[in-house]
Structure formats: structure tokens, C-alpha cells
């Protein structure tokens, strides 16, 4: 039997152990938390004590945490709401900077919003992946009147890039514009071992809203959270009982939700020892992927995501004859994965359609082994070689 070996975190990671226990011990409780009976208060303690504890690990106020089904939401909800809210406010604010590089929850909410009359404005980005702060700084000053809001993501999800986010805020903060971060492949960068300018002032800004998602960091799907300070106006893009402040109306997932607190906590609590153990990981990753020739994509990256071009083959194929071997890789987004088509990150690298065609993406996690490389590094040479035959 074929031992598997996952490489694909960036999907989706494993369950944490706490988040297991956090969600099976409130599967079986019984309790709306928007009603008022003692049940329902009790499901209502485990939701507010959820979001205290999701707030003390990321140095938030509670109140500023809206709970959602997961990044695509928190995405789709910043982009759309907080645009239609400004131009609602002033009408001159028709414009929304966005970096090329986004998750197509970012991208594809953002040209909804050409539909409604907006202007959507590529950020600019660099060769290696990563925004240009200063070419950024020059597009909002020459355009601040009309800006409804600006979003770039933390880091990339198909290449790993880890983006300006301190400097990016404060150049739009001087011109009091919205920022919207997608946080969602985050979890693994610390403040200890990056560069001080991709946090501050960053976390602590009035004017920026983040994305993130429990299934990415060892929680369970179906939740995430956007994170929106009270000096943010959106307005809401779904109907109902006026839950989460109003802003996302829905039950609010308990099981869910006390599960993504569990998460949160036990990735806070090992972050410094993981980053460190997937540093090492990464390091001996790139030199199996170059010890087969492909080529290293990216310039300052989390240690979680290996993203790399292999000339000669196709990354269809190898994704197949990895999986034939018990290894699980992708070739990009998962959220764009069995179609057949050129990483629209790739292209705004400036590599070509051919190019981002050989690519494919190794992620990490918390249960990643040295055992796992292993089994890699036992298979990749015969599967690219074979491919490049094909």
C-alpha cells in the first residue's frame, strides 16, 4: 500500500487536535445563540468567548470580529460592501485599487463592481511577486479624491509572496482610504522572523479590514472571519436576522466557531516552533525542486508555500504522476483547480502563458514531516523525467 504525503496545505490543512475536541464537544449541545432562553444563552457564551479568544491571539478588539462562512465570504463582503458604502457617501469615490496578484475572491467581487460603474486599478507588482509600495504611493496620490478603497492580500496563496502590508497602509491611512487585507494564507508568517515593515502599523490601523479563514490553519471548513474596525463603513450584501452586527445575518456556527477559536489559539501558541521547523522544511524543499532543475517562483515568501516552474513538463501531468506515488501537490488556487488555464499570478509576474502552465505549488503545514520530503525526493526525479518525455 502507497503511503500518502500532502503537500497541498495551502488548500486545505489538517485539523488541529484542540479544534477536533473544541468542535466535537459542542456538536452535541442544543441552543440558537440568538435566542434568549438558557440554551441559547449558553450557545451565545460559547460564541462570545470564541471571539475574545480569537481577538487576544491577533491583538484585536473583540467587537471588530464578524464571523463568516469563510474567506471567500469575508472577502466578497470587505470588497463589495465597503465600496458601495463610500461611493454611497460621496459619489466622487468610484475607484478601487487592487493588486493583480488576489485571490479571485477579491478579483472577481471587485469587477462586480465595473458593472456598477466603478473603476478597478491594478496595484503595481514586481518581478519577484510582490506590490510595488512606491509605485502604489504615486497612483494614490494621483488619483486620492476618487479612491472608494485599495485591497492586497498578506500572502499570496499560489506563490507565497509576503506583501508591504505596513507600508501599504500607511500610504493609504494619510489619505484616510479603506485597505482591505486578505489574510487567509497568513498564518504561518511571525512578527520575529519578518521584516518590521509587514506588520506595523498595520494590525493596529482604523482603516483596515482582514479576511481570514479557520480550515487554513488547522480549523475546521465552513468558517472564517472578517475583521472590521467600527471606524470602517460596509454595507451588507446578504439579508436576513441581523446577526454578527448586523453585517452577516445567519446562525452563527457554534460547533464551527468555538472549533476556529481552538485553532487560533494552538497555532498562536506554536507559531515561533512551526515557523521555525517549516523554515528548515521549506529549505530542504527548494533543494530537491532544484536538484530536478525546476525554478524557485518568488521573492521574500512564508515558509509554508514552494511554488516552482519545471521546464519540459506539463504540471497536469505531474500532478498525476505524483498522486499515482501517494504525493499530493497542486498546480495553483485550489479554487481554480481542474481547469486548464495560465496563473493569472504568473502573467502579472510577466512570465507567459506557457511558463505558468510547467508550475506547481508545495505548500506546508503543522503536521508536514521530514518523512514527507522524503517520499518526495524518492519519486519527483523519475516523475519529472518521465513527464518531460511525455
Not at 478597478?120 to 479624491?145: I, K, M, N, W
Not at 468558517?223 to 445575518?249: H, M, N, T, W, Y
Not at 518523512?371 to 519519486?379: G, H, I, Q, S, Y
Request: aromatic share 4%; charged share 20%.
Amino acid at each position: 500500500m502507497i503511503m500518502s504525503h500532502y503537500f497541498d496545505h495551502a488548500a486545505t490543512t489538517p485539523m488541529r487536535p484542540s479544534a477536533i475536541s473544541a468542535w466535537s464537544e459542542q456538536a452535541d449541545r442544543t441552543g440558537n445563540p440568538s435566542a434568549i432562553h438558557g440554551a441559547g444563552r449558553m450557545a451565545r457564551k460559547v460564541v462570545e468567548e470564541s471571539r475574545e479568544a480569537i481577538a487576544a491571539q491577533l491583538g484585536l478588539d473583540p467587537g471588530e470580529i464578524v464571523f463568516t462562512s469563510g474567506g471567500t465570504e469575508a472577502d466578497n463582503m470587505a470588497i463589495l460592501g465597503i465600496a458601495r458604502a463610500r461611493r454611497s457617501a460621496d459619489g466622487r469615490l468610484n475607484t478601487v485599487l487592487v493588486s493583480p496578484l488576489e485571490h479571485h475572491a477579491v478579483l472577481d467581487a471587485a469587477y462586480v463592481l465595473v458593472n456598477e460603474g466603478f473603476t478597478v486599478v491594478d496595484l503595481p507588482v514586481d518581478a519577484d511577486g510582490v506590490v510595488d509600495a512606491e509605485g502604489t504611493r504615486e497612483l494614490v496620490e494621483a488619483h486620492a479624491d476618487r479612491i472608494a478603497m485599495a485591497a492586497c492580500m498578506w500572502v499570496n496563496n499560489e506563490i507565497g509572496t509576503i506583501q508591504p502590508i505596513g507600508q501599504l497602509a500607511v500610504i493609504l491611512a494619510e489619505h484616510s482610504i479603506p485597505y482591505h487585507c486578505d489574510a487567509v494564507q497568513a498564518g504561518w508568517v511571525t512578527r520575529d522572523e519578518t521584516p518590521s515593515h509587514h506588520f506595523d502599523p498595520f494590525l493596529r490601523s482604523p482603516l483596515v479590514s482582514l479576511a481570514l479563514s479557520a480550515h487554513k490553519i488547522g480549523g475546521p471548513m465552513g468558517v472564517g472571519a472578517l475583521i472590521l474596525p467600527r471606524d470602517i463603513s460596509l454595507k451588507p450584501i446578504g439579508f436576513g436576522g441581523g446577526q454578527e452586527r448586523k453585517l452577516r445575518s445567519g446562525t452563527v456556527p457554534v460547533p464551527l466557531v468555538a472549533s476556529f477559536a481552538a485553532a487560533v489559539r494552538e497555532a498562536g501558541d506554536n507559531r515561533a516552533e512551526e515557523h521555525l521547523c517549516l523554515t528548515r522544511l521549506s529549505a530542504r524543499l527548494e533543494s530537491i525542486l532544484t536538484s530536478v532543475d525546476a525554478e524557485i517562483i518568488g521573492g521574500d515568501r512564508t515558509p509554508s508555500i514552494v511554488y516552482a516552474l519545471f521546464p519540459g513538463c506539463s504540471a497536469q501531468d505531474l500532478v498525476v504522476l505524483l498522486d499515482q506515488q501517494g504525493i499530493f501537490v497542486s498546480t495553483g488556487s485550489a479554487c481554480t483547480a481542474g481547469v486548464v488555464q495560465p496563473s493569472h499570478v504568473l502573467l502579472a509576474l510577466g512570465r507567459s502563458a506557457e511558463e505558468s502552465l510547467t508550475g506547481l505549488r508545495f505548500s506546508l503545514g503543522w503536521s508536514t514531516t521530514d518523512d514527507d520530503l522524503d517520499a518526495l525526493a524518492a519519486v519527483l526525479p523519475t516523475a519529472v523525467a518521465r513527464s518531460r518525455r511525455i
